[in-house]
């Protein structure tokens, strides 16, 4: 592990760290030398990340983590300032998705979870390392928000919602923990290459891929790794001068809305 990389000397703590956004961040954070608190509602996938980095050569742990839980949020931050010495770092990156359906069809209970996971979560998080931070001397939040959070799409009143809530949420946070040297910004990423993301609407991630690659500017989906290079950005000194800022990863896709035919 680069023991002289854009985040040297940090310890973060990454939420939804066992999927595949998240794993790719935390592994990113190691392999630019923070050690990582790898937190995820699954322990065991938190597990297999944590020993993965450590295998690689980076300083990481898991812990178990459930972001709709106040105590389960401040229980991770506690463990990573007595296992690393501080807190320097977050990312928000634990999400859920709904079920596809208008308003009509989308169930109260699949509402309510979108909002505790995407944005209570988000809340639960920043209001639990806050006050390590500001004893570190500042610090870094970088939340995932989506494309989705910029635009309407058919079927995801919910999940829309909760996004465009995060990019407002990281604003308040930004404006609020200025004076303490914390940083909040958020990513929104386009259609990114994971399972949970394919098997949503498609059979393979083959099919999704080749059916949303034409809607992009590039060409094709995003990758998990160019999520996380952003991520690393943020979280780095490479960004001190930007915060309360939202940053798109999204191909090309809201240039454009998604078609370079019959503009209106």
Known sequence: ????????????????????????????????????????LEPAKAARIADAICAEGGQAAPHALDVCDPQSCA???????????????????????????????????????????????????????????????GGAIVSIASSH???GMPGRPAYCATKAAVLHLSKCVAIDYAPYKIRSNTISPGAIDTERAALQRYASREEANRAKGP?????????????????????S????????????????YLAFKGTTTNPV
Not at 91 to 113: F, I, S
Not at 239 to 250: E, H, Q, R, V
Request: a negative charge; aromatic letters at 6%.
């Open 1 to 40: 592990m680069n023991e002289k990389g854009l985040l040297a000397g940090r310890v973060a703590i990454v939420t939804g760290g066992g999927g595949e956004i998240g794993s790719a961040i935390a592994r990113r954070f190691a392999r630019e030398g923070a050690c990582v608190v790898v937190g995820d």
């Open 75 to 137: 229980d991770i931050v506690a463990f990573a300032v007595k296992r690393f010495g501080k807190l320097t770092t977050l990312a928000n990156v634990a999400a859920t998705v709904t079920p596809l359906g208008d308003v009509e069809k989308l169930a109260l209970e699949h509402w309510n979870r979108a909002l505790q996971v995407n944005l209570t979560g988000m809340f639960l998080m920043c209001k639990s390392v806050a006050s390590a931070m500001r004893e570190t001397g």
């Open 149 to 151: 959070g910029h635009i």
């Open 215 to 235: 809607a992009y500017l590039v060409g094709r989906t995003g990758s998990v790794d160019e999520i996380a290079a952003g991520a690393t950005f943020l979280a």
């Open 237 to 252: 000194d490479e960004s001190s001068f930007m915060t309360g800022t939202d940053m798109l990863i999204d191909g090309g």
